[in-house]
């Protein structure tokens, strides 16, 4: 069954029933959806809607339900979604029986000419099959019959509307509908008032005949309706899983299927002989299609949207039902965004984000939770799992065919950590590629040795060096690149050459984002505060921008954001975030808190994200939503200034140790100038801590390109801070202005180098050779000596291929500690190895050294006395981590024990900035 937000009538709500205080189509609420929401939010809602008598007075949250129900409820609409069986044939006798009376007007309603169903597929607004009937008010929300000559019943649709404009409506279905090919194939679509469609829903599933009815109908012929099968495609579907979000596509050729959707092509969502992108609802599918404010439970935080489908999906998944452990259903991407925003960030509801973290635990298990309070623990492994599958089947829908084939692109220094998981994840149900797989880097660089052969821009023979700096939502990482090509007699020979260099597993668009949520949290406590803005950044960060740079040099970074620390401490007095210490705190504090976090977190978000999307506008301010729309625009005459509107504007503010809700939005202006400046020396500082050793032996020197990628590399400070150390140099940094609701070029320039590399190869225009060097250590591995002195055995900054060192212990020992630091000498974690002399075996150096070679040398286990055990330290080329590998002697003998890995990182980032102490 469906809810669906349709406007009754409603009473004593301000201008007109039905409309807010803004004139505009009033938010419908279910009482399924305010029986999830706190009372914080459903006052919240009162508010905003203008419900007086919710705002007013002093209600319990049972009262405020029936209250907001009473002036803002939502219709049901009745929609046989799941298959019963002889439910077919009962409809088919209400047919036959009651089926009296058609309506006039049919002519007045507007069906496509050809429609075409896949068995298997669901049907909905990426397919477009829309219903037009403006001037027929009676014709609504319903289900839709698919008869033919002999009213037999060969498939059930659903009428959804479509949008805001009224009288337009799409035909929907799920993927498991069931559809039957008659032998009389002269289709009809049978459209129903509201309670005719209502009796048929019940007549479906009731096990007792129906009393007779009158039912009144439209029936609307179909010139074509074809009910297919879906083919299978040997084009191989890439997917880019990033941290945040997540890209797909595949180079669908003319012969892809046999015979591919001319209703796709005629509309241009499939397009033959090039590359097809996987595009991402935004809006739910009860939403407008675009230019409405997207709301959040009435409390939550929504900003205008204006596009329909992006090709981009954020990395997140949410539990919307696990009450039955055997079928759990979820939430995906922005409808899971839209969870975690609608549950006012509370964490009532499971919702993960950034699941890439987890490549190095996906066998780790989580407790999750739905809206009705039903828990399960479910494998990191089964999340992700599920995640890639809704993007697989998103995939297959829009290109109406079944993927056998997938490419995954994956970090340069976790390949074969990332390979294995989506193995194991996918398990047999895909063929992945993997010797032919790219890294993240290589597949940007890819991209612009394609570009260089397509315009005959590349010189032959030579050899081309190139660094490629990849600054993601969670991560930073630096990898290097030769390449040289040659025009051979049948195709081009690539010969690539790649190594990881460097990286930061804590520095990336989130460390941005949290720096921006800083500056607007300072600013807004201190209007609250003060009752007017009356904060300057110059104050905060007090060093000219010219100076910056070099003031980072001398005193570090921390230098320069402590005065921005100090005042962000001093806010929390009035806006608190910290979340986490108020979980002694009463239930409605603790939610308040982490409301107001969630709030300001996706305020910087999106100011981060406007003011680099490279526009003409350089200033921007938020305003609630319900000023703009009364406004009637967006840029009050400023040519310069957007205004953002925000639905649901609340933050709860602490006066005397009693919260107080603050709907009115500060009146504060931020300019590209500041963004600029605040994000300078943290955007500098990471890529000095990536270069200045490259600078200073020299090497810098012989790359001639820097290749940026990463949705955070749009950043202008990238591009001067870049110029501090290769001034002259070629460096490819993608700026121009984005389209507002278009992915950025730099988050697709991965996916695309991974697509025109798969299909170089496919076509024979390419052969190539891939050298992938042992990946650099930013980190150094101790252990301390029986004497208390500290041993190296794995120094910062080498390459993973050379040999390693050892600890030695008595035979008797347990445990063993292990350390692991960062370049700049900052204990990382521990490890610990714990030691049993059962797991040991006999061995012959020999058989030892055909294991591991010359990384446990002959002449180490020679020197390892009876009753001694030798640790070693032993690393490869594929593993983002270290073994230790046991070697010891009793009795002559010598004993080789368990061989333990130990991953560098265990999630990709270790900084967490939703633990709630931010």
């Not at 299609?289 to 959040?296: E, K, P």
């Not at 993927?403 to 340069?412: E, G, R």
Request: proline share 3%.
């Amino acid at each position: 069954m469906r809810t669906h937000y349709t406007p009754p009538g409603a009473k004593g709500l301000g201008p007109q029933a039905g409309q807010n205080a803004r004139g505009a189509a009033a938010r419908r609420y279910s009482l399924v959806e305010l029986e999830q929401m706190t009372t914080h939010q459903l006052r919240s809602i009162c508010h905003q809607e203008r419900i007086v008598k919710g705002v007013v007075e002093a209600q319990s949250r049972e009262e405020l339900v029936r209250i907001v129900l009473k002036y803002r409820g939502a219709d049901e609409s009745l929609f046989i979604d799941e298959y019963e069986e002889q439910g077919f044939e009962r409809l088919e006798y209400a047919l036959q029986h009651y089926l009296n009376t058609s309506l006039r007007d049919a002519a007045s309603i507007h069906i496509p000419a050809k429609i075409t169903i896949y068995n298997g597929l669901p049907l909905g607004r990426r397919d477009g099959y829309q219903v037009r009937a403006p001037h027929v008010p009676s014709v609504c929300e319903s289900n839709v019959l698919i008869v033919n000559e002999q009213e037999e019943v060969c498939g059930i649709l659903r009428l959804v509307k479509d949008g805001l404009e009224p009288g337009v409506f799409m035909l929907c279905a799920d993927k498991n509908t069931v559809y039957r090919r008659t032998a009389n194939r002269n289709y009809s679509l049978l459209l129903f008032r509201k309670q005719d469609s209502e009796y048929l829903y019940k007549a479906y599933y009731s096990n007792r005949l129906m009393p007779p009815a009158n039912l009144h109908y439209w029936r609307m012929p179909v010139s074509e309706l074809d009910i297919r099968e879906v083919e299978q495609t040997q084009a191989v579907l890439a997917i880019d899983f990033g941290t945040s979000n997540t890209t797909a596509g595949a180079f669908l050729d003319y012969g892809f299927i046999a015979e591919p959707s001319s209703h796709d092509i005629l509309n241009g969502k499939l397009r033959l002989g090039t590359i097809n992108y996987v595009s991402f609802a935004k809006t739910a599918e009860g939403d407008a299609a675009g230019g409405d404010f997207l709301h959040s439970g009435g409390s939550g935080m929504g900003v205008a949207s204006t596009a329909g489908w992006i090709e981009m999906l954020p990395t997140a998944i949410g539990v919307a039902d696990c009450a039955d452990m055997g079928d759990i259903k979820y939430t995906y991407g922005y409808e899971a965004m839209r969870q975690l925003k609608h549950n006012a960030h509370a964490g009532r509801t499971s919702v993960f984000l950034g699941m890439k973290r987890w490549v190095n635990g996906i066998g780790k298990m989580e407790e999750v939770s739905d809206a009705s309070g039903n828990t399960a623990v479910l494998r990191r492994s089964e999340l992700i799992r599920a995640y890639l599958l809704h993007v697989i089947q998103t995939a297959e829908h829009q290109f109406k065919c079944r993927f056998k084939h997938l490419h995954f692109t994956s970090p340069v220094k976790l390949k074969e950590p990332f390979m294995a998981m989506f193995k194991e994840v996918l398990q047999d149900d895909y063929v992945i590629e993997t010797e032919h797989a790219l890294d993240e880097g290589m597949a940007v660089l890819y991209n612009t040795i394609a570009d260089q052969i397509e315009q005959d821009r590349y010189m032959e023979g030579e050899t081309f060096e190139a660094l490629v700096i990849d600054c993601g939502g969670g991560t930073t990482d630096l990898s290097s690149c030769r390449f040289r090509i040659e025009e051979g007699r049948i195709s081009y020979n690539i010969d690539i050459r790649t190594a990881y260099e460097n990286g930061d597993t804590n520095f990336g668009g989130n460390n941005l984002t949290y720096r921006v949520m800083q500056y607007i949290k300072i600013v807004f406590a201190d209007y609250y505060a003060r009752g007017r803005v009356l904060t300057d950044l110059d104050e905060l960060i007090g060093i000219p921008g010219a100076d910056l740079f070099r003031h980072v040099d001398e005193y570090g970074v921390a230098a320069v954001y402590e005065p921005l620390e100090q005042r962000y401490r001093e806010a929390e007095r009035v806006l608190p975030t910290r979340f986490k210490q108020y979980e002694n705190r009463t239930r409605d504090d603790y939610w308040r808190v982490r409301r107001n976090f969630y709030f300001l977190w996706e305020l910087a978000e999106e100011l981060k994200v406007a003011f680099f999307r490279r526009t003409s506008t350089f200033r921007r301010k938020f305003e609630i939503a319900e000023q703009t729309a009364r406004s009637g625009r967006m840029d009050r005459g400023d040519n310069d200034l957007e205004v953002m509107p925000i639905a649901g504007w609340c933050l709860s503010l602490n006066e005397g140790g009693r919260f107080t809700d603050r709907h009115d939005s500060p009146d504060a202006v931020f300019t590209v100038n500041e963004m600029s400046k605040l994000l300078r020396a943290d955007i500098y500082n990471i890529v000095r801590a990536f270069l200045e050793d490259f600078y200073e032996d020299g090497r810098l020197q012989q790359y001639a390109m820097i290749k940026l990628t990463g949705q955070s590399c749009r950043i202008e400070a990238f591009r001067e801070a870049l110029k501090e150390f290769v001034p002259g140099r070629s460096i490819e940094f993608g700026l121009k202005a984005d389209e507002a609701g278009k992915v950025p070029e730099l988050k697709l320039a991965c996916l695309r180098g991974a697509i025109r590399y798969l299909t170089a190869r496919k076509l024979g225009q390419i052969q190539t050779t891939v050298t992938r060097s042992a990946p650099v250590v930013p980190y150094t591995v101790t252990a301390y000596t029986h004497q208390g002195g500290e041993k190296v055995l794995i120094s910062s900054m080498e390459q993973l291929s050379r040999m390693r060192g050892a600890v030695s212990r008595p035979m008797h020992v347990s445990e063993v500690a292990f350390y692991l630091k960062s370049g700049d000498d900052k204990l990382q974690r521990k490890y610990v190895y714990d030691n049993s002399r059962s797991v040991y075996n006999a061995a012959l150096y020999e058989e030892i050294a055909a294991l591991y070679g010359e990384q446990i040398p002959q002449e180490e286990t020679d020197l390892i006395v009876n009753g001694e055990v030798k640790f070693f330290v032993v690393t490869g080329e594929n593993q983002w981590g270290f073994h230790i590998v046991p070697v010891a002697r009793t009795q002559e003998q010598l004993l080789l024990g368990e061989k333990r890995l130990f991953t560098f990182e265990d999630d990709l980032s270790e900084l967490d900035f939703f633990d709630g102490l931010k």
